[in-house]
T-cell receptor
Framework: AQKITQTQPGMFVQEKEAVTLDCTYD???????LFWYKQPSSGEMIFLIY??????QNATEGRYSLNFQKARKSANLVISASQLGDSAMYFC??????????????FGTGTKLQVIP | EAGVAQSPRYKIIEKRQSVAFWCNPI?????LYWYQQILGQGPKLLIQ????????DSQLPKDRFSAERLKGVDSTLKIQPAKLEDSAVYLC??????????????FGAGSRLTVL
């Protein structure tokens, strides 16, 4: 089974509108973390936002917020007031401990977001 | 602080040749990761080091790929002999240890390999 599932290969959004990028995850751990990264065409992975499994409040970072629904195992990224510079690939990732107790980070397949002027 | 340094940024080789990529993590970061990202896909973990020890290399094709992290600082990933399907971006990342809480992975710019 996939650890991280991103079902939207591509999304379009009008400039200044909000957009939600979907992410579901699969883990039996109680303690884990969820991340979103942005990868522009330049290729570098840029950290956006983090949510811990025990965090009761949804994480927010500027225009980014993470809609964390633990029971549904979903961690959707919401980008408000989209800008042209938000056009990029977006990856959801999960950190969990392996059998040896080391933290492993697994990435989803990504969603390509295009912002339309 | 300085970021994660990787070199070379681009490399083109013929199949069956060898190639090596170098990574220098953020100072003090105990954990170092090598990911392979094939065009259009998400990063796939190849190998993870904790200081200079390997904690996960389950997805490393050991018949052709090798990696080392001497003295627990910089790391080298080698491919020998290369195959066409090795064409990808090789991303190095590092994180503080313990990798818990919001200790995120910081990535380098990547090394893009094209195998002809």
């Amino acid at each position: 089974a996939q650890k991280i599932t991103q079902t939207q290969p591509g999304m379009f959004v009008q400039e200044k509108e909000a957009v939600t990028l979907d992410c579901t995850y699969d883990t039996s751990d109680q303690s884990y973390g969820l991340f979103w990264y942005k990868q522009p065409s330049s290729g570098e992975m840029i950290f956006l936002i983090y949510q811990g499994s025990y965090d009761e409040q949804n994480a927010t970072e500027g225009r980014y917020s993470l809609n964390f629904q633990k029971a549904r195992k979903s961690a959707n990224l919401v980008i408000s007031a989209s800008q042209l510079g938000d056009s990029a690939m977006y990856f959801c990732a999960m950190r969990e401990a392996d059998s040896g107790g080391y933290q492993k980070v697994t990435f989803g397949t990504g969603t390509k977001l295009q912002v339309i002027p | 602080e300085a970021g994660v340094a990787q070199s070379p940024r681009y490399k083109i080789i013929e199949k069956r040749q060898s190639v090596a990529f170098w990574c220098n993590p953020i100072s003090g970061h105990a954990t170092l990761y090598w990911y392979q990202q094939i065009l259009g896909q998400g990063p796939k973990l190849l190998i993870q080091f904790q200081n200079n020890g390997v904690v996960d290399d389950s997805q490393l094709p050991k018949d052709r790929f090798s990696a080392e992290r001497l003295k627990g600082v910089d790391s080298t990933l080698k491919i020998q002999p290369a195959k066409l399907e090795d064409s990808a971006v090789y991303l190095c990342a590092s994180s503080p240890q313990p990798a818990s809480g919001a200790n995120v992975l910081t990535f380098g710019a990547g090394s893009r390999l094209t195998v002809l």
